[in-house]
């Protein structure tokens, strides 16, 4: 029993980063219909920002504060430079060119900063809390505590705010939305900007836990996507319900078959759910008229 609570526990942890890189997925998904393969990269710049800034000196909290808002920018930067530029191309031709962008951030990230592993302290301490025998970090608590109030505020965003509404027209129809006055270029800016800020919280809340190098960003970004294909491409309780499954299942893997298979869960995922559910769980069938 304590061996199956603390693969179970660890399971969650690593889901709820896994759902947070899928939420991020799902904004810019609803809004644009591109699969944005940087996503992994927003991760990677939240926390290699945080540890550098905090060894400069900043407080954590601030430190985090810039990681979250430098990154936001860099995603809107991606936007304007990369993504509205080809508004016409295929969506093969977009996906290409985010893991083009991915690939430059990951170089430049190299450049200004190094090729080490880093850290910064926990937030609550490294003392673990123990549950029915297994144990969890406290930073463990704060990885969980910050996808669910992720995923509460985007719930709440996209059904209660009048810009949330704009967003999910835009998805639907992007030229009804524009006819009946909504600025779709803004909603694109805006949706770039709370998916790398949403990937660099991950970041943040991570890192302790993990560690950060400037190249960790390409599996993140392949298992928020397996997530998000799991629960439902641009579905956010899709995304949140897939990453914690699939955090699960790599740590069931790792601790019942072998650590060496844990990161094939990912790509399994994504193959069953492609012949077996191309919806997800969560997400709805949709029928083209020709």
């Known amino acids: 029993m304590p061996e199956l609570m603390q693969f179970l526990l660890s399971g969650v942890t690593v889901g709820a980063v896994y759902a947070l890189v899928a939420l991020g997925f799902t904004i810019i998904y609803n809004a644009s219909d591109v699969v944005n393969f940087a996503q992994g990269e927003f991760v990677m710049l939240g926390g290699m920002v945080t540890v550098f800034a905090h060894h400069a000196g900043l407080p954590l909290p601030l430190a985090a504060l810039i990681a979250i808002l430098s990154t936001a920018g860099i995603g809107v930067a991606l936007n304007k430079l990369a993504i509205e530029p080809a508004r016409g191309a295929p969506v093969v031709s977009l996906i290409i060119i985010t893991i083009g962008a991915s690939i430059f951030i990951r170089g430049v990230t190299q450049l200004v900063f190094d090729k080490q592993l880093h850290r910064f302290p926990a937030f609550s301490g490294d003392e673990p809390i123990r549950v029915l025998g297994a144990t969890i970090l406290p930073q463990s608590l704060w990885v969980i505590a910050g996808a669910v109030a992720v995923f509460v505020g985007l719930w709440l ?4 705010t009048l810009i ?17 006055g909504i600025n779709t270029g803004w909603v694109m800016t805006l949706s770039f900007a709370l998916s790398a800020g949403i990937g660099a919280l991950a970041g ?6 993990t560690l950060v190098s400037y190249d ?18 641009g579905n956010p309780k899709g995304a949140l319900v897939g990453g914690i499954l699939l955090g699960l299942l790599e740590a069931l893997t790792a601790g019942y078959v072998s650590s060496q298979y844990k990161d094939a869960a990912a790509f399994v995922v994504i193959l069953a759910v492609l012949f077996a559910m191309p919806q997800g769980l969560f997400g709805k069938k949709s029928t083209d008229r020709v």
Do not use: C, E, H
């Not at 943040?204 to 836990?209: A, D, G, H, W």
């Open 216 to 233: 960790v960003g390409i599996a993140l970004a392949l298992k928020g996507f397996a997530a998000a294909m799991l629960g439902g491409m």
């Open 164 to 180: 949330g509404r704009a967003v999910l027209a835009t998805s639907n129809n992007r030229l009804a939305a524009r006819l009946v």
């Open 157 to 160: 965003f996209f059904t209660r």
């Open 204 to 209: 943040v809340l991570v890192t302790p836990i």
